[in-house]
């Protein structure tokens, strides 16, 4: 599995989703998220590589609360394992204005309450001001997922930069049972909601309406844009052990992510949906409790700027969820967000603590999102004041943000955005592989053609084959034209009257013609054939040999119409030798009775003159009489 193996390359739909609509709330094309991916990457990479959004708190020990998995096995490999920060002090790169405070911090700790070293020094990233928002705010119910584990007993640290979510090998029956169980998580108890399709109609934003109503599908969607998005960074960081290196694997991402225009669509869908998020906390950023670190603000904002500038508010129209003012509608809210809450509950059953921690961060991040999309007025309204301030705690749900649930926002924006560039990376890679693969064909094609021609290799066995097919065609066919031809002559010449009598002459003449080995072409014939050999096919090839064909068919033609000829000359000068035969046998034949005559008119003319009667004897009459040949 180490390199990547050749591919069936049929064109499969991620090289053409450019121009479409990615649908379901999500009004932009791919091309236009690929757009802003490009632009944005560079600042958020910058983002992530911040101290605040490097480490993140978290509960690794935490029980399976739906299943017993006390038993299953644990990937125990090394790429499964989680690095944690056992000692403060091993971090000693430090931004200066981060290191004072944690001194100062670290001074205060022994008076101040009985909070572990480690919790004093990443509260100090966030600020001592804002720790009392943070503590107090446990108890808020608009959440998505549980967000109290940042104040775990059990929880560590870890710094995201140092344990990366690559590939793993983490996989097999447990990771299935896993995804299986997320994805039932997707059933509502309100399936359709059918005033918010008529609504979300009216207003044209969707263009796909099936059986699922708009809630069940943007559940759905987010679900398999995180499964997606897993499996093409495990694609795009695949250890190959004969490298021994993290490469992209094409062809893992293909099976997984490239063949499924589907999956590809979800990613881009979370995609816009975390964009809208942003957008949205961008609008009350003077709420947010990033305390003490205005590079920290400022790096936000600038991102938040470039999208407000570089995208649409069109990115996720999240309005469209949830309309009706009604107790469904309420209810439909509460399960969307319960069911969420399981999912964030499942990632404590994955038996590989990288991908569990990778995978909690995400759906931190989605729940994170989730909650600004859902719980903030829409930006349109925000833009134009449009809002009912009392309606909304911009205070409790912006300013109540935790420090985890910001880290993972910003962490999940960013492996949704290394995603988005890495299928582009995969469609760079592919299309090379693709051209690759047709010039190689074509060139062994060319090769193999050029090769027969020119020195008889055995590379071009293919192409003999063809030709011997081609040359067997030929002469079949001219030997039953000539079958048929002799077949008629003979019928005609009435030397046999039915076709068993025939059959024996047909199969000697048969053997007369000849009927492998083609005739060696001319040198033309051969000069025309090189020259096309690029694009050598058997019809051609066919075509060439036409030429030949008919030559050759014309000189065995030839030699049967000078075989017929002679047999014409020698029929008939057998028939003048048998004349002749017969004329000398019959002379024998007749001898006797011609001496017999001959005596008997020598005798009687004796007699005649004996008896003196000489006027009785006419020599001429006697000579016409018997010299003249009656054959
Ligand atoms: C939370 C979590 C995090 C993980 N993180 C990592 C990691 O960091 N590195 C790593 O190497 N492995 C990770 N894994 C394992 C990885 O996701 C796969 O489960 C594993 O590689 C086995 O893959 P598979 O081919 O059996 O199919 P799986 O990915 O397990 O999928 C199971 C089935 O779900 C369906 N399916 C697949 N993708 C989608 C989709 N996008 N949308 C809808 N349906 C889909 C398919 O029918 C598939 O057969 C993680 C697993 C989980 C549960």
New binding site residues.
Partial sequence: QGSTPALGFTKPDFCSLDSKIIDDGCDLTFDSINQINSLIRPYLIDLIEQDYFKYFKIDLSKNCPFWDNENDKKCASQNCVVDIIEDINEISNLPFYLKNELITNLSKLDSKNNLNQEDQFLDKLIGEDCQKKKYDSYLFSKDYCDTNEESSLNSVYVNLQDNP????????PQ??Q??TS??LENCFTKEVSSENEHLANNLNFMSRIDDQCLEKRVFYRII??L??S??T??SNEYYNPLAQNWEPNLQLFMQ??GY?P??LS?IYFNYALIVKSILKLSKFSDHLNICNSKVIQDKINKIADLLTNNSSIDIFHEQLLFLEDSYESIYLKQEFKSKFRNITEI?DC?G?E???M??KIQTLGYGTALKLLFELPSLNDIDNNNYNIDDYDIDEIIGNLKRNELVALINTFDRISKSVQSINNFRIIYELEHQQQIQNTNSSLSDQFETHLVSNDSLSVNIEEAKNEIHNDINQDINQDIKDEMKDEIKDENLAETDVGIQPKIDKLDQKIPKDKPQPESNELREEIRKSNRDFSKNQFKELYETGKNRKYQSIKNKNTIHKEFKESLNEVLLEFSAAFRFILKSYVDFPSTMWKLTIWKMRELWNTFIGREEFYDSEAYKAELFDLNV
Avoid: P, Q, T
């Avoid at 979510?165 to 097999?172: A, D, H, I, N, W």
């Fill in positions: 979510e690559r590939f793993s090998g983490y996989g097999g990771s299935n896993i995804w997320i994805y398999s844009g499964h997606a897993i499996a960074h495990l997984r992510v499924f589907d999956r979800n990632m994955v590989c990288r991908c569990k990778w995978g």
